[in-house]
């Protein structure tokens, strides 16, 4: 791959993003923009890197341009806030401080670029007791109630990897901010800091949660709720070939659907009497236990009883709907989620694969005309790959 741009493709081409290199909810942010058309340069530190993921491999980098600056040095600092000059919004996601101290924070950034959106993503957020305490999605969830929330009648939690909090709660909630927060600039002519706090975010997402409670429809208590695998239409069943599948049959129609095509007794089957629902829990399980998995996929495919394969992260990409749509894509040799969501008029391309740390140092800086590019090579201030 050469080190010249591609082309912008999707709805932001022409946004212009710099992304202080972190780990997690904050550079699968920068993915999201840079899959949507933005300009994402990643400033990345000299020596070991912070994921563990080989970057070459690492899908969250996709669609950059990589420029390795040491910001312990001032000049490094300085060619950082030459590219600040110019670009809509900054990204990081340090502990509260850490920018302000290596002279990145928004007062030095609006210095130079008044009109910047200032992009902060952290666990407990800038301010609160918490703000400066180590963290990981599964805290920021588990104070957050939705942690509760997750697991079965009588056992423990189950951490949902870390898709709740630093994605859900955290990386699209900060990218929803900064394009609000651009928005409102375009206007204004002045930025904002966008404090995006997982937990803030991860609260969020339980809104419904908390309006059914108050509903009386949500019981504060895992696998006693409808959404919850409380309910027997609304679970999971293990097959006779060891796999599962999901079955989401909550309306009537669909669960009347569920017990014909599974040829059981309606009479057996009635949910309206809460002391049926062990008895029907007991049929569904001997139901799909006496199957495989293609054979029940077989027989739900295209019906309306809700009812889904669960199939492991390697096969999802070979479903006959995914690859209808080609909602995975190969880029570099590894197979990974295309962008979404999809645009009628200006569609996102292809992703890059990710770069070689490094790769666009000497590119990026000279067409962004930061000063002395060749004696901040020289000095080890940047470095080429």
């Known amino acids: ?92 996601g340090f502990r509260p401080g850490v920018t302000e101290r290596l002279g990145l924070g928004p007062e030095a950034c609006w210095a130079v670029n008044p009109r910047l959106v200032y992009g902060r993503m952290t666990g407990w957020g800038q301010e609160g007791p918490l703000s400066s305490a180590a963290g990981h999605d599964i805290g920021y969830i588990a104070i957050t109630g939705a942690l509760h929330a997750i697991g079965r009648a009588g056992e423990a939690p189950v951490p949902p990897v870390n898709l709740v909090g630093d994605f859900g709660g955290g990386s699209t909630f900060l990218v929803m901010g900064v394009l609000a927060a651009c928005w409102e600039a375009a206007r204004s002519g002045r930025g904002q800091v966008v404090d995006a706090a997982i937990v803030d975010g991860a609260a969020s997402l339980t809104g419904l949660l908390h309006g059914m409670m108050a509903g009386g429809l949500w019981r504060d208590r895992p696998g006693a709720n409808m959404l919850d695998g409380g309910v027997p239409w609304y679970d999971t069943y293990a097959t006779a070939d060891g796999r599962f599948m999901a079955v989401g049959a909550l309306e009537p129609q669909f669960y009347d659907e569920l017990v014909r095509l599974l040829e059981l007794d309606p009479a057996q089957m009635d949910r309206s009497d809460r002391s049926h629902w062990p008895e029907i829990r007991r049929a569904l399980t001997d139901a799909f236990g006496a199957r495989t998995q293609a054979e029940l996929s077989e027989l739900f495919e295209g019906t309306d009883a809700c009812v889904a394969p669960v199939l492991p992260l390697l096969e999802a990409a070979d479903h006959p709907h995914l690859a209808k749509r080609e909602t995975f894509v190969e880029v570099g040799g590894v197979r990974q989620p295309a962008p979404a969501p999809r645009f009628s008029r200006t569609a996102s391309g292809l992703p890059d694969a990710p770069p070689a740390i490094g790769r666009d140092t000497r590119e990026v800086l000279d067409r962004w005309g930061v000063e002395d590019v060749e004696g901040l090579i020289a000095d080890g201030i940047a470095i080429q790959a």
């Open 1 to 92: 791959m050469t080190n010249e741009a591609s082309p912008a493709q999707g709805p932001l081409a022409g946004l212009k993003v710099v992304e202080l290199a972190g780990i997690g909810p904050g550079p699968y942010a920068a993915m999201l923009l840079a899959d949507m058309g933005a300009e994402v340069i990643r400033i990345e530190r000299p020596g070991r890197q912070g994921s563990s993921v080989p970057p070459e491999v690492d899908v969250l980098r996709r669609n950059r341009r990589s420029v390795v600056l040491d910001l312990r040095e001032p000049r490094g600092v300085e060619a950082v806030l030459s590219l600040v000059a110019q670009a809509d919004v900054l990204l990081e």
